[in-house]
């Protein structure tokens, strides 16, 4: 698998994913959004780092149609048209949370180096994904708070 960069769609997976999503029905893209990021928020056990990728692309996809949200990687990101996405923001910061949560592929594998900006990338969706509260003000930070950092992997090829 190769990883490039820190953003949602900057590795192998994740383009993979959004390739998949384009070829579904378009009757079946939401249903697959819903999926992915369910697989990963119910994993109990440890998460594959592929279905973390996956999870991620997911989330950045719901995240995109908030306020605020920013557009889908225009080369690695879906081509085809994405339904309405913004039922899913609770399911997409659960499944967010689990990536963030040991035991984990990614968290794990971005552990090994300078995360710094991965982990703020994943904070940055969560905080988009974050329903803001009457008046529009900003909600609290969503830094988890159990302490867990996540780094840059080594050893994951660009």
Not at 37 to 43: F, Q, V
Not at 134 to 157: E, K, L, V
């Amino acid at each position: 698998m190769g990883t490039w960069d820190v953003g949602p769609f900057d590795n192998d997976t994740a383009a993979d994913w959004c390739g998949d999503l384009d070829e579904a029905s378009p009757d079946a893209r939401l249903g697959f959004v819903r999926d992915t990021l369910a697989r990963t928020a119910d994993t109990a056990e440890y998460l594959n780092a592929d279905v973390g990728d996956e999870a991620i692309a997911a989330a950045a996809l719901v995240a995109a149609q908030c306020p605020g949200g920013e557009p889908a990687h225009p080369h690695y990101g879906p081509d085809e048209p994405v339904p309405d996405l913004t039922d899913l923001r609770a399911l997409a910061l659960r499944a967010l949370d689990r990536v963030m949560t040991e035991p984990s592929e990614l968290l794990e594998l971005w552990g090994e180096s300078d995360g710094e900006p991965w982990h703020a990338t994943i904070n940055g969706l969560r905080s988009t994904l974050t329903p803001r509260p009457p008046g529009g003000t900003a909600p609290p930070d969503p830094t988890p708070t159990d302490g867990t950092t996540a780094h840059a992997p080594s050893g994951r090829s660009t």
